[in-house]
Nanobody, 122 residues
Framework: QVQLAESGGGLVQAGGSLRLSCAVS????????MGWFRQAPGKEREFVAN???????HYAESVKDRFTISRDNAKNTVNLQMNSLKPEDTGVYSC????????????????WGQGTQVTVSS
């Protein structure tokens, strides 16, 4: 069983930055693709970014050039640096672990964290 725990959420003004972290319980994190998803109130969960085992990263169009995902396999952590935040970035952000080449589909991720709230005020 893989356990994930997010941290780093909070309240920030539009234009500000936050850095989310996800701690993974297993030393085998290097075998998993890691993703970040978010869910806004009343909306479906949506893909934000993911990073494959080899370090290739993918981003949703809405966050491209503003967010950066990274992974540190030695520390079993995956991070999401969020810059130039907008009110529409508000939501609960969850990290997930999936197969090595997992895409933006949430169904391809087997393990999920509880999520951390990000609120961006205008």
């Amino acid at each position: 069983q893989v356990q994930l725990a997010e941290s780093g959420g909070g309240l920030v003004q539009a234009g500000g930055s936050l850095r989310l972290s996800c701690a993974v319980s297993k030393r085998t994190m290097s075998r998993y693709a890691m993703g970040w998803f978010r869910q806004a109130p009343g909306k479906e969960r949506e893909f934000v970014a993911n990073i494959w085992t080899g370090g290739v990263a993918h981003y949703a169009e809405s966050v491209k050039d503003r967010f950066t995902i990274s992974r540190d396999n030695a520390k079993n952590t995956v991070n999401l640096q969020m810059n130039s935040l907008k009110p529409e970035d508000t939501g609960v952000y969850s990290c997930a672990a999936g197969g090595g080449l997992a895409t933006e589909r949430s169904s391809e991720y087997d393990y999920w964290g509880q999520g951390t709230q990000v609120t961006v005020s205008s």
